[in-house]
C-alpha cells in the first residue's frame, strides 16, 4: 500500500510558475510509475505528465516545453515544476503511482487546486 498527499496548489497569474508536490508514505524507488493528471470541471481527467522509475519521461502535448515532473526518491517525492501557465492549466491535479509485484495496483492523491487567473 502507498498514501500520496499532492500540496503546492494555488492562485497564479498567466505567465507565472508553481511546483506541485507529492508525498508518498514509503519509498518510491519500487514504484513502477509515477504520474501527474489534471480534470477541470466538465471535462475528463487527462494525464499531464508521468516519469518510469528508470527516469523515462512522458508529456501530454499541450504541457510539453511548460512543465517538467521530477522525483526524489530519497525524500519520497514526486514534483511537478509548471512554467508559463495559462488559464486552460485551470483544474484539480492528482498524483498516481502504480506498483505491480503479483498484480497491477493504482494509488491516488487526494487533488490539490491550481487556478490561473489574472
Known amino acids: 500500500q502507498v498514501q500520496l498527499v499532492e500540496s503546492g496548489g494555488g492562485l497564479v497569474q498567466p505567465g507565472g510558475s508553481l511546483r506541485l508536490s507529492c508525498a508518498a508514505s514509503r519509498s518510491i524507488s519500487s514504484i513502477n510509475v509515477m504520474g501527474w493528471y489534471r480534470q477541470a470541471p466538465g471535462k475528463q481527467r487527462e494525464l499531464v505528465a508521468g516519469i518510469t522509475s528508470g527516469g523515462s519521461t512522458n508529456y501530454a502535448d499541450s504541457v510539453k516545453g511548460r512543465f517538467t515532473i521530477s522525483r526524489d526518491n530519497a525524500k519520497n517525492t514526486l514534483y511537478l515544476h509548471m512554467n508559463s501557465l495559462k488559464p486552460e492549466d485551470t483544474a484539480v491535479y492528482y498524483c498516481?503511482?502504480?506498483?505491480?509485484?503479483?498484480?497491477?495496483?493504482?494509488?491516488w492523491g487526494q487533488g490539490t487546486q491550481v487556478t490561473v487567473s489574472s
Open positions: 498516481k503511482a502504480v506498483v505491480v509485484v503479483f498484480s497491477s495496483r493504482d494509488y
